[in-house]
């Protein structure tokens, strides 16, 4: 059976869905919780173009990889994107971040498309480590990445600014190859 979701990288032309998703979620109770307070411009269009400019400058630098998450119709429905990436032999890790738009929710597309990156991670960028962030209470977030062999190995305190408050994160890593 073919799999109901797939990735690829970022394209200029994804600026307009992924603002709309991001500009009706950030409403939603489970995206606001979690996400950083944004300007009112990285809710629109450009300011999605913008953003979307400088991560293929990431990519191109070889730094980043960012890929969009498409759904079995192949509407963007999300994101997910390897940033930190340190290739050099003696290191080879990055980490991983990602977001589901809250109309594909409890699908198992984030699920599916971690396990892509990571073949991504492994196969095509010949990376050993890969990390990944959570807040405590997201729990789904936790499920996806446990799920995907990640086990937590510590908790960054004070690591995220949401709400005018800091807030601890669990840190995650998976052994790339296991």
Known sequence: MQSRTRIRLIEPADAAPIAAHRARDIDAEAFRRYEPAQPPEFFTADG?????HRLLDGHRAGTAWPCVVLDQD????GQITITGILPQPHVRRASLGYWIATTAEGQGHAGRAVALAL??????LG?????A???????????????NGFT????????????GQWHDGLMWERILGD
């Not at 305190?157 to 949401?162: F, G």
């Open 152 to 163: 937590p190995y510590g908790v960054a305190h004070s690591s995220i600014h949401l709400d």
């Open 133 to 147: 962030g959570t807040h405590l209470e997201n729990i789904a977030s936790q499920r996806v990445l446990r799920r």
């Open 119 to 124: 073949a991504l991670m492994t196969d095509e």
């Open 127 to 131: 990376l050993h480590r890969v990390e």
């Open 74 to 77: 192949g509407q963007v429905i």
């Open 48 to 52: 999605q173009l913008g953003r979307i």
